[in-house]
Nanobody
């Protein structure tokens, strides 16, 4: 079994910061991509940011310049540093990973349970 365990959500005032963490555990051959999606009430799930194994990153336009994604390959962990938070960032944030399990090298998607981020005064 592979699990993605998220932490770091919560309530923060506009302009504040939060740091999300997500660790993949289990028997893993290789992690190809890790990242974060979010889903606000009444809206579709959307990509926030992801990082591939070589270190290249992608961000949604709405978070560029405010959010930073980083990874620790040794710990199978991805972080999302969120600064200058806005009320419209309020959502459930889901960790995502595309990884392979032995003996296969085929990448398969996995999702975390989600962590709530609320930006409100």
């Amino acid at each position: 079994q592979v699990q993605l365990v998220e932490s770091g959500g919560g309530l923060v005032q506009p302009g504040g910061s939060l740091r999300l963490s997500c660790t993949a555990s289990g028997v893993i051959n290789r992690i190809y991509t890790m990242g974060w999606y979010r889903q606000a009430p009444g809206k579709q799930r959307e990509l926030v940011a992801h990082i591939i194994s070589g270190g290249s990153t992608t961000y949604a336009d709405s978070v560029k310049g405010r959010f930073t994604i980083s990874g620790d390959n040794a710990k199978n962990t991805v972080y999302l540093q969120m600064n200058s938070l806005k009320p419209e960032d309020t959502a459930v944030y889901y960790c995502f990973a595309r990884l392979s399990r032995p003996p296969s090298s085929d990448g398969v998607p996995y999702w975390g349970q989600g962590t709530q981020v609320t930006v409100s005064s």
